[in-house]
């Protein structure tokens, strides 16, 4: 194997602990190195062509970077797309400095980051790489705190490490826009597919995310529609879709696939409410008034006779009412109902005292010291 010295043509040295003025590659055979089976499923492997033609024109500068393995052979941890165009070219060898296999977490921190700073990244390989250095820093906390990842029991893995931090470090964004890349993941592979293909804007597609499947595919086939009977720019080409292009269509479709879901509540009295009905909501013993009011509201409105045409007034029917009896009060059974508020009253106790989150606990307080104002007022009637 021919060595090549570039300490003169200023080639970056790693900080791996390398020491010394020169960095030696040497001339590996193309057969004897593999490619990381990761970089292909994170990162386009486009323009290879011009950079083979480039190559041919100018030839080739610097050297890749390999890890040599346990059976001899070498496996790419910088250059992929070099090794590449080389083959395309038909070459037998390309310079190359061997480094000793590392650990996986280091291997995939090395292979993100020698592609994301060296290449043009296009959004699905932003979205890629950011999920797989999310999952490699997940693997470095399990690794550090000496436990299994992913997690054996199938729930999700929360690390102790500030893993967005570490990700806004890595790719230079703020952690909004990390999310909105992060977030193309959830897309259907024909929404992607768009994407790659250049026929939508990506940042369009963001809030499909939270769509469900069915509701993106019928998405897709408007947006589908709308691309291919949309017009040509001065190339020829198809116009991407906007992002007001999605919006109208997303809209369009939602409305015929989404079916009405009845509300459910949103804070813990109104939970409550709906299981435990109001004391004040009930009929009193010995009162048929609250019936009474039901009855007259479900009665029609009608108009008075002598009422002048534009001053039309509205009268609600009166009610038959029963003869009035002087009668005793229906007082509430009392047997067991001084047990029954005991326990009752316990229940209370253990509300105000379970482990609610901090914005619940005020809630939670209003409702019990509500109820209990009902409690008290049922005990006063007995």
Do not use: C
């Not at 020829?236 to 906007?242: I, W």
């Not at 009011?293 to 006779?305: N, Q, S």
């Amino acid at each position: 194997m021919a060595k090549i010295d570039y300490s003169k043509q200023g080639f970056a040295m790693e900080k791996s602990g390398m020491t010394g003025n020169a960095v030696t590659a040497v001339d590996l055979r193309l057969d004897k190195i593999d490619e990381n089976p990761d970089n292909r499923q994170i990162f386009n492997m486009e323009e290879v062509e011009r950079l083979a033609h480039t190559i041919d024109e100018d030839g080739f500068s610097g050297a890749i970077e390999v890890y040599q393995k346990d059976d001899g052979r070498y496996e790419i941890s910088a250059g992929h797309r070099r090794y590449n165009a080389m083959k395309l070219l038909g070459k037998d060898t390309i310079p190359a400095i061997i480094k000793p296999m590392p650990d996986v977490v280091t291997k995939r921190k090395k292979l993100v980051k020698s592609n994301i700073h060296n290449r043009n990244m296009y959004p699905m390989d932003w979205a890629r790489s950011i999920d797989y250095a999310r999952e490699t820093y997940y693997m470095q906390d399990a690794q550090e705190r000496g436990i299994a990842y992913p997690p054996t029991d199938g729930k999700r893995y929360y690390p102790k490490l500030n893993v967005m931090e570490l990700l806004e470090e890595d790719f230079g964004m703020k952690r909004a826009q990390l999310s909105k890349y992060l977030s193309l993941l959830s897309l259907i592979p024909e929404m992607i597919q768009m994407i790659e293909d250049g026929k939508v804007v990506w940042s369009a597609l963001v809030g499909m995310s939270n769509e469900t499947v069915e509701v993106q595919k019928k998405i897709y086939e408007g947006l589908i529609e709308l691309y291919d009977n949309g017009p040509d720019d001065e190339d020829g080409k198809k116009v991407p879709l906007s992002k007001n292009q999605v919006e109208l269509v997303t809209k369009k479709y939602r409305k015929r696939v989404e079916q009405p879901v009845p509300p459910s509540p949103k804070t813990v009295e109104e939970k409550i409410d709906t299981v435990i009905p109001t004391y004040e909501s009930e009929n009193v013993v010995g009162s048929e008034e609250p019936e009474i009011e039901e009855k007259a509201k479900e009665e029609p409105l009608m108009f008075e006779a002598d009422a002048p045409a534009a001053n039309v007034s509205y009268i609600q029917p009166q009610p038959e009412v029963a003869p009035h009896v002087d009668a005793p009060r229906t007082k509430a059974p009392v047997v067991y109902m001084d047990t029954a508020i005991q326990n009752i009253s316990s229940q209370f106790d253990a509300l105000l005292n379970a482990d609610y989150p901090v914005k619940d606990k005020k809630s939670v307080k209003n409702t019990v010291d509500k109820l209990r104002k009902i409690l008290d007022k049922i005990e006063a009637d007995m």
